[in-house]
């Protein structure tokens, strides 16, 4: 196995595929996958949502009017604890 899978996995999960698509890319079984590698693939979906945030954060801050209204969804939704799914708003 590859000395860096946890590594692989996680690039891969920053980049938001799904865990049947990483397991097929890493070529593992899904059920290994997710058994051996579910926090580094929450992690890594978390690490890219907090640099879209940051990035977000970033354009709202200069003015970008459609940041400040995604950031502001953020906003709301953090203080009231709900799900973090960015991009429910925009459709």
């Known amino acids: 196995m ?3 899978i946890k590594d692989e996995i996680m690039q891969l999960a920053e980049l938001q595929f799904l865990d049947s698509e990483i397991a097929k890319i890493m070529e593992l079984p899904e059920k ?3 058994a051996e590698y579910r926090d580094v693939i929450d992690l890594g979906r978390l690490r890219a949502e907090a640099e879209v945030r940051k990035a977000i954060l970033k354009a709202a801050k200069g003015g970008e ?3 400040q209204k ?5 906003n709301r939704k953090a203080k009231m604890g709900a799900s973090h799914d960015i991009f429910a708003d925009l459709s």
């Not at 995604?70 to 953020?74: P, Q, R």
Request: hydrophobic letters at 50%.
């Open 70 to 74: 995604v950031f502001m969804s953020l």
């Open 65 to 67: 009017m459609s940041a």
């Open 2 to 4: 590859r000395d860096n």
């Open 32 to 34: 290994k996958l997710t």
